[in-house]
Protein backbone atom coordinates (compact mmCIF):
# COMPACT_ATOMS: atom_id res chain seq x y z
CA UNK A 1 0.00 0.00 0.00
CA UNK A 2 1.16 3.60 -1.05
CA UNK A 3 2.40 5.55 2.28
CA UNK A 4 -0.60 7.52 3.84
CA UNK A 5 -0.76 10.70 6.22
CA UNK A 6 -2.96 11.02 9.34
CA UNK A 7 -6.06 13.08 8.68
CA UNK A 8 -6.18 16.55 10.07
CA UNK A 9 -9.38 16.49 11.86
CA UNK A 10 -11.80 13.70 13.15
CA UNK A 11 -13.89 12.52 10.70
CA UNK A 12 -11.98 13.61 7.45
CA UNK A 13 -10.84 11.45 5.20
CA UNK A 14 -7.50 10.21 4.74
CA UNK A 15 -4.74 12.47 3.31
CA UNK A 16 -2.04 11.45 1.57
CA UNK A 17 -1.17 9.60 -1.93
CA UNK A 18 -3.23 6.78 -3.64
CA UNK A 19 -1.08 4.60 -5.70
CA UNK A 20 -3.30 3.10 -9.13
CA UNK A 21 -2.68 1.15 -11.33
CA UNK A 22 -3.40 0.46 -15.33
CA UNK A 23 -4.02 -2.96 -16.86
CA UNK A 24 -4.05 -2.75 -20.23
CA UNK A 25 -5.07 -6.09 -21.68
CA UNK A 26 -6.12 -7.32 -24.91
CA UNK A 27 -9.01 -9.95 -24.15
CA UNK A 28 -11.07 -11.98 -26.99
CA UNK A 29 -14.75 -11.84 -26.98
CA UNK A 30 -16.15 -15.03 -24.98
CA UNK A 31 -12.91 -16.31 -23.75
CA UNK A 32 -13.71 -14.97 -20.05
CA UNK A 33 -10.90 -17.56 -18.44
CA UNK A 34 -8.20 -16.44 -20.55
CA UNK A 35 -9.30 -12.70 -20.12
CA UNK A 36 -9.37 -13.12 -16.66
CA UNK A 37 -5.72 -14.93 -16.80
CA UNK A 38 -4.18 -12.05 -18.47
CA UNK A 39 -5.38 -9.43 -15.65
CA UNK A 40 -4.20 -11.33 -12.86
CA UNK A 41 -0.40 -11.49 -14.89
CA UNK A 42 -0.10 -7.78 -15.45
CA UNK A 43 -1.69 -7.47 -11.92
CA UNK A 44 0.67 -10.00 -10.49
CA UNK A 45 4.10 -8.02 -12.27
CA UNK A 46 2.77 -4.52 -11.38
CA UNK A 47 4.27 -3.90 -7.53
CA UNK A 48 2.76 -1.93 -5.33
CA UNK A 49 -0.37 -0.44 -6.07
CA UNK A 50 -3.52 0.41 -3.95
CA UNK A 51 -6.05 -0.19 -6.51
CA UNK A 52 -5.43 -0.63 -10.41
CA UNK A 53 -8.21 -0.71 -13.40
CA UNK A 54 -8.23 -2.86 -16.51
CA UNK A 55 -10.69 -1.85 -19.48
CA UNK A 56 -14.44 -2.16 -20.04
CA UNK A 57 -15.35 -5.70 -20.75
CA UNK A 58 -12.04 -6.60 -20.24
CA UNK A 59 -13.38 -10.14 -18.54
CA UNK A 60 -15.81 -10.78 -21.67
CA UNK A 61 -14.05 -9.32 -24.55
CA UNK A 62 -15.68 -7.16 -27.16
CA UNK A 63 -17.43 -8.77 -29.77
CA UNK A 64 -19.63 -6.23 -31.41
CA UNK A 65 -22.63 -9.29 -31.51
CA UNK A 66 -25.17 -10.61 -27.96
CA UNK A 67 -23.50 -12.09 -25.07
CA UNK A 68 -24.16 -15.78 -24.76
CA UNK A 69 -24.87 -17.24 -21.36
CA UNK A 70 -21.25 -18.28 -21.15
CA UNK A 71 -20.09 -14.66 -21.84
CA UNK A 72 -21.81 -13.13 -19.23
CA UNK A 73 -20.62 -13.21 -15.35
CA UNK A 74 -22.78 -12.69 -12.11
CA UNK A 75 -20.89 -9.76 -9.84
CA UNK A 76 -20.62 -12.53 -7.36
CA UNK A 77 -18.80 -14.76 -9.59
CA UNK A 78 -15.69 -16.19 -7.69
CA UNK A 79 -13.67 -15.33 -10.29
CA UNK A 80 -14.52 -11.75 -10.21
CA UNK A 81 -14.79 -11.34 -6.45
CA UNK A 82 -11.02 -12.96 -6.31
CA UNK A 83 -9.34 -10.41 -8.38
CA UNK A 84 -12.13 -7.52 -7.16
CA UNK A 85 -10.87 -8.52 -3.17
CA UNK A 86 -7.49 -8.13 -4.51
CA UNK A 87 -8.11 -3.98 -5.40
CA UNK A 88 -8.46 -5.13 -9.22
CA UNK A 89 -11.21 -3.05 -11.13
CA UNK A 90 -12.41 -5.40 -13.84
CA UNK A 91 -15.66 -4.74 -16.77
CA UNK A 92 -17.76 -7.27 -17.68
CA UNK A 93 -21.25 -8.43 -19.29
CA UNK A 94 -23.71 -8.92 -16.15
CA UNK A 95 -26.64 -10.88 -16.65
CA UNK A 96 -30.21 -9.87 -15.68
CA UNK A 97 -33.16 -12.03 -15.69
CA UNK A 98 -35.48 -10.03 -18.33
CA UNK A 99 -33.07 -10.27 -21.07
CA UNK A 100 -30.34 -7.72 -22.33
CA UNK A 101 -27.33 -7.72 -19.48
CA UNK A 102 -25.62 -4.50 -18.17
CA UNK A 103 -22.48 -3.76 -19.64
CA UNK A 104 -20.52 -3.77 -15.43
CA UNK A 105 -17.80 -2.37 -14.04
CA UNK A 106 -16.58 -3.89 -10.28
CA UNK A 107 -13.92 -2.85 -8.00
CA UNK A 108 -13.25 -3.34 -4.24
CA UNK A 109 -11.59 -1.56 -1.60
CA UNK A 110 -9.05 -4.38 -0.49
CA UNK A 111 -8.83 -3.02 2.86
CA UNK A 112 -12.70 -2.33 4.04
CA UNK A 113 -14.01 -4.75 1.19
CA UNK A 114 -16.17 -1.98 0.40
CA UNK A 115 -17.83 -2.50 -3.00
CA UNK A 116 -18.48 -0.32 -5.95
CA UNK A 117 -20.54 -1.89 -9.09
CA UNK A 118 -21.27 0.63 -12.01
CA UNK A 119 -23.48 -0.31 -15.07
CA UNK A 120 -23.03 1.69 -17.99
CA UNK A 121 -25.54 4.40 -18.47
CA UNK A 122 -25.65 5.24 -22.28
CA UNK A 123 -24.89 2.53 -23.63
CA UNK A 124 -23.72 3.62 -27.91
CA UNK A 125 -26.78 3.73 -30.18
CA UNK A 126 -24.99 4.15 -33.07
CA UNK A 127 -22.62 1.59 -35.41
CA UNK A 128 -20.48 -0.35 -34.90
CA UNK A 129 -21.16 -0.07 -31.41
CA UNK A 130 -25.09 -0.12 -31.18
CA UNK A 131 -25.03 -1.01 -27.98
CA UNK A 132 -28.27 -0.34 -27.29
CA UNK A 133 -29.25 -3.46 -28.92
CA UNK A 134 -27.02 -5.74 -26.62
CA UNK A 135 -27.08 -3.56 -22.94
CA UNK A 136 -29.51 -2.24 -20.83
CA UNK A 137 -29.04 1.02 -19.39
CA UNK A 138 -27.82 1.79 -16.10
CA UNK A 139 -29.84 3.96 -13.75
CA UNK A 140 -27.56 5.11 -11.20
CA UNK A 141 -24.23 7.03 -10.59
CA UNK A 142 -22.87 5.58 -7.88
CA UNK A 143 -20.02 7.25 -5.73
CA UNK A 144 -17.65 4.93 -2.99
CA UNK A 145 -15.57 5.79 -0.37
CA UNK A 146 -12.61 3.38 -1.22
CA UNK A 147 -8.84 3.67 0.50
CA UNK A 148 -9.15 7.47 1.98
CA UNK A 149 -11.06 8.78 -1.22
CA UNK A 150 -13.96 9.03 -3.19
CA UNK A 151 -14.12 6.86 -6.43
CA UNK A 152 -16.70 6.90 -9.61
CA UNK A 153 -16.65 5.13 -12.87
CA UNK A 154 -17.61 6.41 -15.79
CA UNK A 155 -18.08 3.20 -18.72
CA UNK A 156 -16.81 4.83 -21.95
CA UNK A 157 -19.58 6.99 -23.57
CA UNK A 158 -20.81 7.94 -20.16
CA UNK A 159 -18.15 10.60 -19.84
CA UNK A 160 -19.42 12.29 -23.47
CA UNK A 161 -22.07 13.26 -21.42
CA UNK A 162 -21.03 15.97 -19.11
CA UNK A 163 -23.58 15.59 -17.00
CA UNK A 164 -22.06 12.45 -15.38
CA UNK A 165 -18.62 13.23 -14.49
CA UNK A 166 -19.93 16.74 -13.46
CA UNK A 167 -22.61 15.44 -10.76
CA UNK A 168 -19.91 12.11 -9.42
CA UNK A 169 -17.68 15.69 -8.97
CA UNK A 170 -20.44 17.39 -6.87
CA UNK A 171 -21.38 14.22 -4.82
CA UNK A 172 -17.71 14.09 -3.83
CA UNK A 173 -15.54 12.32 -6.02
CA UNK A 174 -12.32 12.94 -6.53
CA UNK A 175 -10.96 10.30 -9.00
CA UNK A 176 -12.85 9.53 -12.19
CA UNK A 177 -12.04 5.80 -13.56
CA UNK A 178 -12.79 5.54 -17.38
CA UNK A 179 -12.60 2.03 -18.25
CA UNK A 180 -13.55 1.83 -21.99
CA UNK A 181 -13.01 -0.08 -25.40
CA UNK A 182 -12.10 2.54 -28.18
CA UNK A 183 -11.41 1.32 -31.54
CA UNK A 184 -9.18 3.28 -33.89
CA UNK A 185 -12.12 4.00 -36.53
CA UNK A 186 -11.23 4.81 -39.78
CA UNK A 187 -9.09 8.03 -38.49
CA UNK A 188 -6.93 6.61 -35.66
CA UNK A 189 -5.82 9.95 -34.71
CA UNK A 190 -9.05 11.77 -34.95
CA UNK A 191 -10.35 9.93 -31.71
CA UNK A 192 -7.29 10.07 -29.88
CA UNK A 193 -7.30 13.68 -30.35
CA UNK A 194 -10.81 13.67 -29.20
CA UNK A 195 -10.17 11.56 -25.95
CA UNK A 196 -7.39 13.32 -24.86
CA UNK A 197 -9.46 16.86 -25.27
CA UNK A 198 -12.07 15.27 -23.14
CA UNK A 199 -9.86 13.82 -20.19
CA UNK A 200 -7.77 16.82 -20.30
CA UNK A 201 -11.01 19.44 -19.95
CA UNK A 202 -12.68 16.69 -17.36
CA UNK A 203 -9.87 16.58 -15.24
CA UNK A 204 -8.94 20.14 -15.60
CA UNK A 205 -12.50 21.72 -15.13
CA UNK A 206 -13.85 19.26 -12.25
CA UNK A 207 -10.27 18.97 -10.36
CA UNK A 208 -9.81 15.54 -10.14
CA UNK A 209 -7.59 12.82 -11.09
CA UNK A 210 -8.90 10.67 -14.11
CA UNK A 211 -7.70 7.24 -14.54
CA UNK A 212 -8.26 6.03 -18.33
CA UNK A 213 -8.19 2.43 -19.32
CA UNK A 214 -8.81 1.46 -22.57
CA UNK A 215 -7.72 -1.85 -24.02
CA UNK A 216 -5.23 -3.23 -26.65
CA UNK A 217 -5.40 -6.03 -29.66
CA UNK A 218 -8.23 -6.73 -31.94
CA UNK A 219 -11.82 -8.31 -30.96
CA UNK A 220 -14.61 -8.54 -33.37
CA UNK A 221 -12.51 -7.51 -36.56
CA UNK A 222 -11.75 -4.25 -34.97
CA UNK A 223 -8.53 -2.93 -33.67
CA UNK A 224 -8.28 -1.58 -30.27
CA UNK A 225 -5.69 1.47 -29.76
CA UNK A 226 -4.75 1.22 -25.81
CA UNK A 227 -3.55 4.16 -25.17
CA UNK A 228 -4.18 4.48 -21.36
CA UNK A 229 -3.05 6.85 -19.15
CA UNK A 230 -3.76 8.75 -15.61
CA UNK A 231 -4.09 12.23 -15.57
CA UNK A 232 -3.65 14.93 -12.59
CA UNK A 233 -6.03 17.72 -11.92
CA UNK A 234 -3.77 20.15 -14.18
CA UNK A 235 -4.65 18.29 -17.11
CA UNK A 236 -0.78 16.88 -17.06
CA UNK A 237 -0.36 12.61 -17.53
CA UNK A 238 1.15 10.89 -14.79
CA UNK A 239 1.26 7.72 -16.58
CA UNK A 240 0.71 6.42 -20.36
CA UNK A 241 0.91 3.39 -22.17
CA UNK A 242 1.11 2.87 -26.07
CA UNK A 243 -1.08 0.55 -28.31
CA UNK A 244 0.35 -2.91 -27.06
CA UNK A 245 -0.60 -4.81 -23.40
CA UNK A 246 1.13 -3.46 -20.31
CA UNK A 247 0.79 -2.11 -17.15
CA UNK A 248 2.16 1.51 -15.73
CA UNK A 249 1.40 3.12 -12.27
CA UNK A 250 0.72 7.11 -10.80
CA UNK A 251 1.05 8.33 -7.54
CA UNK A 252 -2.13 10.41 -6.74
CA UNK A 253 -1.45 12.88 -4.23
CA UNK A 254 -4.61 13.48 -2.68
CA UNK A 255 -3.73 16.34 0.06
CA UNK A 256 -2.97 18.77 -3.22
CA UNK A 257 -6.11 17.95 -4.97
CA UNK A 258 -7.75 19.39 -1.79
CA UNK A 259 -5.79 22.04 -1.91
CA UNK A 260 -6.67 23.10 -5.28
CA UNK A 261 -9.87 22.54 -4.76
CA UNK A 262 -9.94 24.97 -1.50
CA UNK A 263 -8.33 27.37 -2.96
CA UNK A 264 -10.21 27.52 -6.24
CA UNK A 265 -13.82 26.57 -5.46
CA UNK A 266 -15.00 25.61 -8.70
CA UNK A 267 -16.94 23.16 -7.81
CA UNK A 268 -18.72 24.44 -4.49
CA UNK A 269 -19.51 27.76 -6.24
CA UNK A 270 -21.34 26.11 -8.96
CA UNK A 271 -25.20 27.38 -9.45
CA UNK A 272 -26.92 24.23 -8.56
CA UNK A 273 -30.47 26.24 -8.37
CA UNK A 274 -30.30 27.57 -12.11
CA UNK A 275 -29.38 23.66 -12.98
CA UNK A 276 -32.37 22.58 -11.18
CA UNK A 277 -34.41 25.31 -12.45
CA UNK A 278 -33.13 24.54 -16.36
CA UNK A 279 -34.60 21.26 -16.14
CA UNK A 280 -37.66 21.61 -14.38
CA UNK A 281 -38.37 24.05 -16.83
CA UNK A 282 -37.70 21.52 -19.65
CA UNK A 283 -34.71 20.53 -22.00
CA UNK A 284 -33.17 24.02 -23.83
CA UNK A 285 -35.57 26.81 -22.83
CA UNK A 286 -35.55 30.01 -24.62
CA UNK A 287 -35.12 31.64 -21.21
CA UNK A 288 -34.79 30.32 -17.20
CA UNK A 289 -35.19 32.12 -14.07
CA UNK A 290 -34.30 31.15 -10.85
CA UNK A 291 -36.89 32.13 -8.57
CA UNK A 292 -35.72 35.02 -6.17
CA UNK A 293 -32.57 35.60 -8.26
CA UNK A 294 -31.33 39.18 -8.97
CA UNK A 295 -32.32 39.97 -12.33
CA UNK A 296 -29.87 39.05 -14.91
CA UNK A 297 -29.09 39.88 -18.55
CA UNK A 298 -31.25 38.43 -21.37
CA UNK A 299 -31.00 34.59 -21.96
CA UNK A 300 -29.09 33.65 -25.18
CA UNK A 301 -32.02 32.75 -27.27
CA UNK A 302 -33.13 29.08 -27.96
CA UNK A 303 -35.94 27.20 -29.41
CA UNK A 304 -39.13 26.82 -27.34
CA UNK A 305 -39.51 24.31 -24.50
Not at 95 to 118: E, K
Not at 261 to 279: G, K, Q, S
Request: glycine residues 10%; negative net charge.
Amino acid sequence: MAERQPAERAGEPESGLLRVGLLQTAPVFGRVDDNLADVVKLHDGLGSADLSFAAELSATGYGFSPFGPSSMLAADDPRLTALASRGVGIGFAEPHPAGLPWNSYLFTDPVTGTRSLQHKLHPVSYAPWNEHLLFRPGDTLRTAAVDGTTIATMICNDLWHPAVPWLASRAGAEVLVIPVASVESDDPDRIKRTWRLLLEHTAVLLQCYVVFVNRAGTDGGRRFWGGSRVLGPDGGVLAFLGDEPGSAVADLDLTALRRLRAEVPLLTEARTDFVAAALSGGYFPAEVTVPGAAAASPAVPGPAP
